[in-house]
């Protein structure tokens, strides 16, 4: 069996150095972060094995205490409320998520009701929303399409967003709203690994999409690959890999979320590689694919 994995597969930049910002500071003691830093459960039992507690109420923080801000970033007021209380902040927010933040503000000084397409419960989304007096939030179509018409509207996104869904609200908004402001703040990586995906789905006989089952960009991936190849399957582990799904398979394709550690694709690679030598499917050796450029 064939394995083609896709060359953007596992950490984005952003995320990588939120992993690297928070082990620094694992090493001067006792740290804190609010959520999850990073939507993988496999990582995030691997900071806790080094030390690091996670909370979801800021009540939670003492004064004193170091303070990871996770890679989706947080609302103003609680960087304030957090200060106030006397913690020591180490922001580990990715960059990219801070531009959304620049251009929402941006779009408000200028005059423009603000509306973010994303998902309204995602911590990403909520901390955007919070640079902005009232942000709308939109997470589909049938919201974009229910929406009555505006005079100006300024638009930014989650950066984990499908790409094929803000074309279609682009479009859709064009006819509903008279001076239309887009910034199209979906990160590159995050394009780069949904196109990526799309071709490998259409080149293989089965895709495993590894990352964790509360991440976005790890789903979307899933539900882009699953539209082209039905026989998709989004794992956390190897430990979810059924012997059965192979029956048939020639050519297995392999890609990962941007929260998914190399360490945790290296486990299912060797695995399907390991099945292969045991005689349960005839193996061709691996490849990685080069990907596709925007």
Known sequence: ???????????????????????????????LCLGELIH?????????????????????????DTVVIRSHGV?????????????????????????????????????????????PRHPEVIGIAGHVREPLIINDMEGIRR???????????????????????????????????VYNTICRATAVRQKETRELAGQVDLMLIIGGKNSSNSTKLYQISKSVNPRSYHIESKEEIREDWFKGVNVVGVTAGASTPQWVIDEVVEYLKDLSKGGELSG???????GGKL
């Open 1 to 31: 069996m064939e394995i083609k994995i896709a060359e953007s597969a596992g950490f984005c930049w952003g995320v990588k150095r939120a992993v690297n910002i928070a082990t620094q500071a694992l090493k001067r003691g006792k740290v």
């Open 40 to 64: 993988n459960s496999r990582e995030i039992k691997r900071l806790k094995a080094l030390g690091m507690d996670f909370v979801e109420d800021i009540e939670d923080v003492g004064k004193g």
């Open 75 to 119: 609302s103003p007021g609680v960087i304030r409320y957090l200060r106030k209380k006397g913690a020591e902040i180490v922001d580990a927010t990715c960059p990219f998520v801070k531009d959304v933040h620049e251009k929402a503000m941006r779009l408000e000084r200028e005059g423009y009701p603000v509306l973010i397409l994303g998902n």
């Open 147 to 181: 929406l009555p018409k505006f005079p100006k509207l300024g638009v930014v996104c989650q950066t984990t967003l499908n790409m094929n869904f803000f074309k279609e609200a682009i479009a859709e908004l064009s006819l509903k709203v008279k001076e239309l402001k």
């Open 284 to 290: 061709r050796g691996v490849c990685k694919t080069t």
